[in-house]
């Protein structure tokens, strides 16, 4: 029986999902053209078609990345209370994300995984798109004095940077064979980060 072939507007993203699984069970030197095409059960011309070389499909990758990783945030509820609302954002929004697509996470925010810069560039605009989502709610968190005098950008870098490494301590404990809840974790060192702010103002 020969392979499938796949030739419909569903091609990339069933190629992209492939990418995933191997780079997430394997790392970066499991993920070539050939084994994507396997996986998926058509040719490799299909994903040199749809998608083009290794280094499109981790652009891809990088660009679902960080598409999913804005959706997640955009769909935590708002409240009132723009410092609870940043503490959601990072608890059910970026470690839910980053639990969910372990992989994307090593593309989108480098850890085991090294993209060129060259294949990272391609996927920035995704990047700027999924950052001004987060810098949406810091700003509210900002105007009603919250930040401490900080500007929207410095609160949005040290806040991205707890919830990387925060994500990437989930994701080391998970490969160790067990996955502890983190999320009371989370709230607190997000929560005491806010508390830094409004109690340390420039």
Known sequence: MGRRRIH?????EALLDAAERILEAGGL????VRRVADEVGTTTRAVYTSLG??????????????ALLAAEVAGVRG????????????????RVWALAHPALF???????VTVSPEVRARFDPARAEALEVL????????ESGGCGGRTVREAAWQFSSLCE???AQDLRTATAGRRPDTTQIWADAVGALIAGWQATPR
């Open 165 to 167: 490494g925060l994500a």
């Open 106 to 112: 090593q593309v989108t925010f480098p850890q085991r």
């Open 79 to 94: 409240t009132d209370d723009p410092a609870a609302d940043l503490v959601s954002a990072a608890v059910s929004g970026f």
């Open 53 to 66: 070389s290794k280094d499109a499909l981790l652009t891809g990758l990088g660009v679902r990345g960080f």
């Open 8 to 12: 419909d507007e569903d091609t990339a």
């Open 135 to 142: 810098l949406e709610r810091i700003r509210r968190l900002r």
């Open 29 to 32: 030197e499991a993920l070539t």
